[in-house]
Structure formats: C-alpha cells, structure tokens
C-alpha cells in the first residue's frame, strides 16, 4: 500500500512530503532535482545546507496555490449564497421573509435561535430545508415531560470486545450530534432536561463519563415554543434564554400567501431542496463575518440600547422604570454587535452601521427584557418597549 514519506532534494537539500510509489515520476519543484527518501546521511547533509527547508505535500499534476479572495468578493460571495438560499426555500416555504433572514443571520453569526408561534407555520419544515440547502446534518428532538438528559446527550453503554472477550464502555452519540438541532416545543420538558442543552450550546461539545465529546462543526440548536397552550408546559428559565442569540416570532401568513400554500399543500408542488452552500463555506463565512470591523460609535450607541433597559443607571428613561421588571444582561451587547455584523456582510458591507444594530434590536433583546404587570395592563409587551427605546435613542 502506497504511503506519503519524507523526501529530500540531492541538489538544493529541499524536504517535501510525497508518495512513495510517485517517487520515480517526480523532481524537485525547486530546482527540478532528483528526489530520494530522507535517511541518517542526508540528514546530515542537509543540516550543513542553508536553512531552506519546506513543509509541503506533492501531488501530481498539483495546481499551483490560487491568491486568496478579497474581503469584497468574500462578502459578495455571501450575499450571493443567502440570495440562493432564499430561492431554494421558496421552493417549500411561502412568506416567511424575515423569519429565514433572521434565522440565516443567526447561522453567519454562530448563534442559535428560539422560534416562538402558534402550530402550523412550518417551523419545522423550515429548519429542516434549510439543513438540506446548507448541505448539513439534520437531527429533531421532540421534547416531552419524560424525556431524559441521556436521550439527548448520548449514553454508554457496556459492549464486549469480539477479539479480547472483555466488556468495555463505549459511548452512543445522542441526536445533539448534528449541525443542526431542531429541539420542538422545547418548553414542554422539565428544567433538567432542558439544562442538558446549556453545555452543547455554549462549549459545542458534550461531556459524559468524564469524557468531553466535541460536537461537529458547524452546531446550531433551533428550538420551537408554543405560546398558546402552557398547561403542562415548563416555561425555559431567563438563564437558558439568554443563551439564544435570537428570539424570533413566526406570525400568521397573509392572505395571498395563505392562499399559495392552500395550492401548495393540496396539490404536492412542492419542489426538491438542492444544496447551495457548504459547511465550509458557512466557517469560512462565519470567521469573515467576525473580522468585520465596528467602529467606537456603534459600539457606544449598542452599549446605550442595552444598558437604557437597566433600571440601576442614573440615566434610565422614565418609562423603562414604570413598564419594565429587568433589564438585558452584557451578552446582549454582545450579541448585538455579532448579529449586526452578520446582517452587514449579507449587505455586502464592509462596515457595521447603528441602522445594522437596529435592525437587531428586536430580535436580539425581545427574550432578554421582562416587562412588570403595569406594562401588561396596558397591553404592552418588550417589542413595544424596544420600538420606544429605539426612538428615543440618537443613532450617531
């Protein structure tokens, strides 16, 4: 069987990496030498050469290295694959618009999302076209009262090795270990199973028997909630929610789009999702998306949104102190200028703006903010608050 070895030039003392039964065919791509297997005396020979060692591997035929892309054609490059992702979409999904660019933003920004809507708005179904067309692995976990940590997680289990006869643990991977996660109706299990999600969000790997087990690249959780029916629900505490960078609200569709998925649905023309973006393209994207630089300003105006909602600071507008019980936390801020930065690059930008951090606002601090029982009695909830913050706020 045909193995890479280390070689050395007999000209210019150069090492490279090649194919052992290539040898014969290949020459130096230096100097055009003869190569030969690295052995006790042509170490020796070489450590009396210059230092001009290189590190690569030869492949026949390789083509020469392509210069890197510009950050404009990277974020074009985007652009282009959040384009292509919608039209594939609409393929099975009528509507929906904002819901899938916020769901999208959230991916480019490596952060995970809460849907909250009433059962029939196809959460399900899109989350999982949308792992088809981002050529990802696709688990759905249905959350119910009895389901355990280990159902999610993974477990060991005792096996008996054929060739030593002896019993051994070995570890069951759990549905956790996917790219994508859909955890449906995530309110409808205890406390201690929902828990069991926190370390897979947060460190991307899971820890069993002393064992971390790291999750594969890229991990997204996308869970579903029902507003509606909360007998028998467990509502997710404050802590667990702010581990969501998004919190994004599936409405009703209108009546042209009820219309189109009545044909739809009735009529099977559905169309067949196709792959339009890798999971390297989406890491690639990913570290793109944090270069991007943000200027002092909108980091102070993101700063000023979050902490306006604090009722300890001197300068808390009057009506955050009459409606609202707390505040949003530092990992807004955070969470603020990540997803800004997101929505920027599928606008081909360069830069983040403050209309880039208001776009965000909602989304981003809408599960973060609680209002108190005056803000209920009048019939406002944190969005209304957000809109009001955002109008009194000077963007810069």
Known sequence: MSSKI???????????????DELSQLA????????????AGQQQSRDNAPAQSVSVSIEKDSPA????KKVEEQLADISSSFAKL???????????????????????????CLLEGVPGLAKTLLISSLSKAMSLSFKRIQFTPDLMPSDITGTE?????????????RFVHGPIFANVVLADEINRTPPKTQASMLEAMQEKQVSVGGRMHPLPKPFFVLATQNPLEQEGTYPLPEAQ?????????????????????????????FGDIQPVISAEQILAAQKLVTGIPVAETVVQYATKLVRSTRLNQSDTPDFIKKWVAWGCGPRASIALVSAAKAVAALGKKSFVSCDDIAR????????????????????LNSDAIIDKLLATLQKH
């Open 65 to 68: 290295p392509q210069n890197p």
């Open 28 to 39: 130096c791509p230096k100097c055009k030498g003869k190569l030969a297997p690295k052995d």
């Open 6 to 20: 280390n070689v050395v030039c007999e000209s210019c003392k150069a090492e490279f990496r090649a194919m052992d």
């Open 241 to 269: 929610q702010d581990r969501f960078l998004f919190k994004i609200h599936v409405g009703y569709p209108s009546e042209a789009e009820e219309k189109k998925i009545i044909e739809m649905v009735s009529g099977q023309k």
């Open 86 to 112: 919608n039209s594939e979409l609409s393929k099975v999904i009528v509507g929906q618009k904002e819901v899938i660019e916020e769901i999208i933003v959230a991916i480019f920004a490596n952060g995970h």
């Open 157 to 169: 289990i005792i096996q008996e090795n054929p060739q030593t006869n002896a019993r051994e643990f």
């Open 360 to 379: 965000v606002a909602h989304p981003v601090m809408r599960h973060r903010l609680a209002v108190n029982y005056a803000a209920r009695a009048e019939g």
